[in-house]
């Protein structure tokens, strides 16, 4: 702070503090001479005027004060208002900084706009469950590895924007409209989501599980393979048979 600055700032003390002590002066004398002047009135009267008297004279003071040192200030060098120290000019912001603060508007925006699937308030309206990315989007980490993404449409003519949250899980999105339904589409099973293949070889008789049940072989399936041997050995016999009939009549 320079010398000359210094001055200044001291006689700008010093003119207001003149300017408040001749106000304050003339806003009691005028409220002293009011009620001195109505002892005849009630008390409530007399000390309703006073201070309207105080108030009408501090006014007209504050003017005549005003028009008085404006004059003085500019002869002595000193700002008419007052001396306001120049602020610092503030860093302009960086692309760096401009996209944290992209980000997190983004989160606190789908976080405000999750009070529509949640009006409790729970856990989706709370910007810090929510991760914000430069675009404008919004991502909420779910159960199961799923999150909620919250996408932003263009803006109308009234600078209104809607917002859309879709639960991404497998590559899949799914739009949803409250937490029920997101609730809902969390239980389910997802569409890629192996079914167990039906077991060919289980045989559908109920005789057939229970004779496997109770270990009762009358009442298990043979297998074909079993079967195929079986014929085979049944095809042998009736040839064995055929030779020994033919070889009886020749002897």
Same mark, same amino acid.
């Given at each position: ?5 210094? %001055?200044?700032?001291?006689? &700008? ?17 005028? *409220?002293?001479? =009011?009620?001195? =002047?109505?002892?005849? %009135? @009630?008390?409530?009267t ?6 309207a008297?105080?108030? !009408? ?10 028009? +008085?040192?404006?004059?003085?200030? $500019?002869? +002595?060098?000193? @700002? ?22 992209? #980000?997190?508007d ?7 706009g ?8 729970? *856990?989706? =309206?709370?910007? #810090? ?9 919004? =991502? ?6 799923? $999150?909620?993404?919250?996408?932003? &449409?263009? #803006?109308?003519?009234?600078? $209104? ?13 799914? %739009?949803? *409209?409250?937490? &029920?339904?997101l609730? #809902? +589409? +969390?239980?389910?099973? *997802? ?14 008789? @109920?005789?057939?599980? !229970?004779? %496997? ?7 298990? @399936? ?11 050995e ?11 009939? $033919? ?5």
């Amino acid at each position: 702070m320079t010398e000359q600055t210094t %001055r200044a700032r001291l006689l &700008s003390t010093a003119l207001d503090a003149a300017d408040n002590i001749a106000i304050a002066a003339a806003a009691a004398a005028a *409220s002293l001479t =009011t009620y001195r =002047t109505l002892a005849t %009135r @009630p008390a409530e009267t007399r000390f309703t005027l006073a201070a309207a008297a105080a108030g !009408l004279a501090a006014c007209l003071a504050d003017q005549a004060t005003t028009q +008085l040192r404006r004059p003085l200030r $500019h002869r +002595l060098g000193v @700002p008419a208002y007052g001396y306001t120290p120049a602020a610092a000019p503030a860093p302009t912001p960086s692309r760096e900084q401009l996209a944290e603060e992209v #980000a997190a508007d983004a989160a606190h925006r789908a976080a405000t706009g999750a009070h529509g699937l949640d009006r409790s308030g729970g *856990s989706l =309206t709370e910007a #810090a469950n929510w991760l914000g990315a430069e675009d404008g989007t919004a =991502t909420c980490e779910l159960p199961g590895g799923a $999150h909620l993404l919250c996408v932003p &449409s263009p #803006a109308d003519q009234y600078g $209104h924007s809607t917002r859309t949250y879709l639960l991404v899980r497998d590559g899949e999105q799914i %739009r949803v *409209s409250n937490i &029920s339904e997101l609730v #809902a +589409l +969390l239980d389910s099973p *997802s569409a890629d989501t192996e079914q167990p293949a039906d077991n060919e070889d289980q045989d559908d008789d @109920p005789w057939s599980a !229970l004779g %496997r049940d109770l270990a009762i072989a009358e009442l298990c @399936p043979v297998p074909a393979a079993a079967d195929d041997d079986q014929a085979d050995e049944d095809a042998d016999d009736d040839v064995d048979q055929e030779a020994e009939a $033919h070889a009886a009549g020749l002897l």
